[in-house]
């Protein structure tokens, strides 16, 4: 079988070209969870598998590194992008992309024919608390939670997966690592939800780290940076209609809201390709 190693601003993943059905549906939790041990195997944040689509360019199929279904993925949809051209799958500039969380339009930008960063037009983000979903009635701004018998509040936003977005006045590694996995499997969220940290520095500047669902603490989230700035916007703290800095362990992402849709800009980079000898997919 064989694979490619890519990574977004340090997210990164295993592509597979899955347009003959190689790796069957039923399989593709068991073995992302297989090929993303890091240590054991390739290790990767997610594997990204290349299908059909009877509606748009190509489908976008993404597993998390425990296997759980992941309805988006920001960095990994341009890694995909990359992907598609450097395989010369698809050539096109401007792709529609089908996901579980519907039309996702990438742009690949060239350096010497060689894709180096996407645009991602990610649409309109989800505002509505029970299409998240959060439990409970109300705004998704500024929603009270109990975490370890601290009070805290959040902003909740979906940007086809679900994100609650925390302003600090400072961030650290140790309380992401302390309070994200309890968050991310709080009962308000009744799939789970991906958690991000923010400091902000300027009306166009913020700081971010980040406990993806079914991931962990990773070096970025595409997605998590969207809803982060979304949330920012609809509270006052950053600026609309301007390209904001994301600072990420990994990197800087760029975003733009205008208070209708999202744009994501940021590096895409083939790391390796390999191939898994005798690999069975057959599973338990």
């Known amino acids: 079988?064989?694979?490619?190693?890519?990574?977004?601003?340090?997210?990164?993943?295993?592509?597979?070209?899955?347009?003959?059905?190689?790796?069957?549906?039923?399989?593709?939790?068991?073995?992302?969870?297989?090929?993303?041990?890091?240590?054991?195997?390739?290790?990767?944040?997610?594997?990204?598998?290349?299908?059909?689509?009877?509606?748009?360019?190509?489908?976008?199929?993404?597993?998390?590194?425990?296997?759980?279904?992941?309805?988006?993925?920001?960095?990994?949809i341009r890694c995909f992008a990359k992907y598609?051209?450097?395989?010369?799958?698809?050539?096109?500039?401007?792709i529609d992309v089908e996901t579980l969380a519907g039309l996702v339009v990438p742009r690949v930008h060239f350096n010497q024919d060689v894709v180096t960063s996407v645009t991602v037009d990610m649409g309109a983000p989800i505002l509505e608390r029970e299409k998240i979903p959060v439990a409970g009635k109300g705004d998704n701004t500024r929603i009270p939670i109990t975490v370890k018998g601290e009070s805290l509040e959040f902003t909740a936003v979906s940007m086809g997966n679900p994100h609650a977005v925390f302003?600090?006045?400072?961030?650290?590694?140790?309380?992401?690592?302390?309070?994200?996995?309890?968050?991310?499997?709080?009962?308000?969220?009744?799939?789970?939800?991906?958690?991000?940290?923010?400091?902000?520095?300027?009306?166009?500047?913020?700081?971010?780290?980040v406990y993806e669902r079914g991931c962990g603490m990773t070096l970025a989230c595409g997605t998590g940076a969207c809803a982060s700035v979304v949330a920012g916007s609809l509270l006052g703290h950053l600026d609309k209609n301007k390209e904001i800095t994301v600072h990420l362990q990994g990197g800087d992402l760029f975003i733009t809201y205008d208070g209708s849709k999202v744009l994501m800009r940021g590096p895409s980079v083939h790391a390796f390709d390999g191939v898994m000898e005798n690999y069975s997919l057959q599973y338990d």
Do not use: W
Request: with cysteine.
């Open 167 to 209: 302003f600090r006045d400072e961030i650290s590694v140790e309380e992401t690592m302390n309070l994200g996995p309890v968050v991310e499997s709080h009962p308000m969220f009744p799939n789970r939800v991906n958690v991000e940290f923010i400091r902000v520095i300027s009306p166009v500047e913020i700081d971010m780290l």
């Open 1 to 76: 079988m064989q694979f490619s190693k890519y990574h977004g601003t340090g997210n990164d993943f295993i592509l597979l070209d899955n347009r003959t059905g190689m790796v069957p549906v039923d399989a593709c939790g068991a073995l992302a969870k297989d090929l993303c041990r890091r240590h054991f195997s390739i290790g990767a944040d997610g594997i990204i598998l290349v299908e059909p689509s009877t509606t748009r360019d190509v489908r976008f199929s993404y597993f998390n590194a425990d296997g759980s279904v992941g309805e988006m993925c920001g960095n990994g």
């Open 84 to 94: 598609l051209h450097d395989k010369k799958i698809l050539e096109k500039e401007v």
